[in-house]
């Protein structure tokens, strides 16, 4: 089974990883950095899976047949409660040529850093600049998540939680016939 990520991030390469030996025996993972084509922080959900595509287009383009492509893209919500960061997963199996999607949990994000975030910035980077916390240094890993939840959820397990959901979708016998196929270009 050759798995293709679609980034080189350590969190979301950890996080695949983790989860991907529950679901397929004999993995083998590789990695390719690729563009989003979307805004740096995407701000909606419609917004980060169409980055999840984008990046999948982007990666077969380059890299050619898989079994199956990984895509994750992290994200702003923001209303009236505040602002809360998570992720989505695109798991696409190109074997059968269907996807499952999903999403992580969501954590708040504190006013002193939400208030300089808008899409057309990187959110690390004004978490890097601004957030006091003794464990900056594993942010590599850990995500602005994890910093924010004094690492009782860090970016690895907000990935994980995403491909659990969408993989455990796509795996469910129970959901066979109402599996959705990768769209035509
Ligand atoms: O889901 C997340 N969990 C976190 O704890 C976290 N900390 C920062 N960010 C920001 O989210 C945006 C989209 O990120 P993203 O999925 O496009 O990843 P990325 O740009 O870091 O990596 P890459 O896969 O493109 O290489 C970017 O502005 C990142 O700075 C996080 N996202």
């Not at 419609?46 to 287009?57: H, L, M, S, V």
């Not at 209303?79 to 999607?101: Q, R």
């Not at 004094?150 to 979708?169: I, K, M, P, S, W």
């Amino acid at each position: 089974m050759r798995i293709l990520l679609t980034s080189t991030n350590e969190a979301k390469q950890k996080a695949l990883q983790n989860i991907v030996d529950r679901f397929y025996d004999l993995a083998i993972i590789e990695t390719i950095s690729v563009d989003s084509g979307v805004s740096k922080t995407p701000t909606n959900d419609q917004e980060a899976i169409q980055g999840c595509w984008n990046r999948i287009d982007r990666a077969r383009e380059i890299k050619g047949d898989y079994d199956a492509y990984v895509s994750f893209e992290g994200l702003i919500s923001n209303h009236e409660f505040g602002m809360f960061l998570y992720g989505w997963c695109l798991f696409v199996d190109g074997t059968k040529n269907e996807y499952g999607l999903g999403a992580s949990s969501q954590v708040m994000v504190p006013r002193f850093i939400s208030s300089k975030i808008s899409a057309d910035v990187e959110f690390s980077d004004v978490v890097k600049a601004d957030y006091p916390s003794e464990h900056l240094s594993k942010m590599p890993v850990v995500g602005s998540n994890g910093l924010f939840t004094n690492l009782h959820y860090t970016r690895v397990q907000e990935f994980e939680d995403a491909a659990l959901c969408a993989l455990g979708y796509l795996h469910n016998p129970a959901n066979v016939g109402d599996q959705r196929s990768v769209p035509q270009k």
